[in-house]
């Protein structure tokens, strides 16, 4: 089992929908949870950092940690055609140990 | 401030070359990272230093790897000999404070013939 699952779509929704991504993990020492947005051929940019359990808004952009299910959510409301990249979550343990999963590309139907 | 550079932005070279990949983190950030992206192994973090010191290269994949750190404001990253296999994105990335939060530099496109 992968230290990180994640689905790799494509994920494929139109304008205006809810889109929500996933990952599951399986090492319980993780506490801080990232959401990054690459967009093709350019560098992954951070959208959310949350520690432990719980939920976390930015603007369009909700963040859920459930660690007692080893699972977490980006949700993003209003989806626009600039959301159309790939997302990958991160997960980190005290010791600095930085893991990625491996993606998930969503596209963005206008 | 411009983000984090690196350089060069594309390389090709032939096996057994060495490949010598920089990087110059946000001033201010205490931490570098390196990566390396492939469609089949994803985002891999190779090795991360903290005020210049590195702290973990359990990702380095084998001996052909190095990196070092001599200053605040540069890294690089040297594969030698460089091997078909060693194709991929290289990104460098720097984050201040807490290492959660990094902030991704353009990558280096390095296919090795």
């Known amino acids: 089992q992968k230290e990180v699952e994640q689905d790799p779509g494509p994920l494929s929704v139109p304008e205006g929908a809810i889109v929500s991504l996933n990952c599951t993990y399986s090492n319980s020492a993780f506490q801080y949870f990232m959401w990054y947005r690459q967009y093709s051929r350019k560098g992954p940019e951070l959208l959310m950092y949350?520690?432990?359990?719980g939920n976390k808004e930015d603007g369009r952009f909700t963040a859920q940690v459930d660690k007692s299910s080893k699972y977490i959510s980006l949700f993003i409301r209003d989806s626009q055609p600039s959301d159309s990249a790939t997302y990958l979550c991160a997960m980190e343990d005290y010791g600095q140990n930085f893991v990625f999963g491996p993606g998930t590309r969503l596209s963005v139907l206008p | 401030d411009a983000g984090v550079i690196q350089s060069p932005r594309h390389e090709v070279t032939e096996m057994g070359q060495e490949v010598t990949l920089r990087c110059k983190p946000i001033?201010?950030?205490?931490?570098l990272f390196w990566y390396r992206q492939t469609m089949m192994r994803g985002l891999e973090l190779l090795i991360y230093f903290n005020n210049n010191v590195p702290i973990d290269d359990s990702g380095m994949p084998e001996d052909r790897f190095s990196a070092k750190m001599p200053n605040a404001s540069f890294s690089t990253l040297k594969i030698q000999p460089s091997e078909p296999r060693d194709s991929a994105v290289y990104f460098c990335?720097?984050?201040?404070?807490?290492?959660?939060?990094?902030?991704f530099g353009p990558g280096t496109r390095l296919l090795v013939l």
């Open positions: 001033s201010g950030h205490d931490y």
């Open positions: 990335a720097s984050s201040s404070l807490s290492p959660e939060t990094q902030y």
């Open positions: 949350t520690y432990s359990s």
